[in-house]
């Protein structure tokens, strides 16, 4: 039985700096265990479908060319995705997914988070993060684990005590 959290890492750690999501995914295993489903994934476009249905929350976490200074962390919406003229490496981006499951009706998350991490150049072959991008991942880490426990605390059933 799949839990009914995930986070989902988007990046590719043979990429640089676009692999920052998948090392704060390998933190949040250790923080989390078993308590929700976390997923490291370097291709995702349409296969995301499967990956997300029958979940009810997802963090999603990922890298995005940078606009302000790398290493911002900064929460997204799907329409602020939308916005975006920047093409995905990831083939079929986020907005198309989630429109397309609505289309489908597919039992999709009723809530979808979103957290970036900007990076300078998303497209560079190379092994490692940059240090500016590193000292950040305990910040990305926080923030995800912030809205996970938040959740947790939203879904965890109330025991009623019985009075005489």
């Given at each position: 039985?799949?839990n009914?959290?995930?986070v989902?890492?988007?990046g590719?750690?043979i990429?640089?700096d676009?692999?920052?999501a ?11 265990g ?21 979940y009810?929350?997802v ?14 962390i ?11 003229l920047t ?12 429109g ?6 597919l039992?999709?998350p ?14 560079i072959?190379?092994q490692?993060?940059?240090?500016e ?6 910040v990305?880490?926080s923030k ?21």
């Open positions: 039985m799949q009914r959290i995930m989902l890492a988007l590719n750690d990429m640089g676009d692999g920052a998948l090392a704060a995914a390998k933190v949040l295993r250790n923080e989390f078993s308590e929700i489903d976390i997923f490291e994934v370097a291709s995702a476009g349409f296969m995301l479908l499967d990956l997300l249905e029958g009810d929350k963090v999603i976490i990922d890298t995005i060319l940078s606009t302000h200074r790398p290493g911002l900064r929460e997204l919406t799907v329409e602020e995705l939308s916005c975006r093409s995905s490496p990831h083939y079929a981006g986020l907005p198309e997914i989630i397309l499951a609505k289309k489908l009706e039992d999709f009723d809530e979808v988070r979103i957290l970036v991490i900007e990076i300078e150049d998303p497209f072959i190379k490692g993060l940059s240090p991008i590193e000292c950040k991942i305990p990305l880490v995800v684990k912030d809205i996970v426990n938040e959740w947790k605390i939203v879904n965890t059933p109330k025991k009623y005590e019985l009075t005489h």
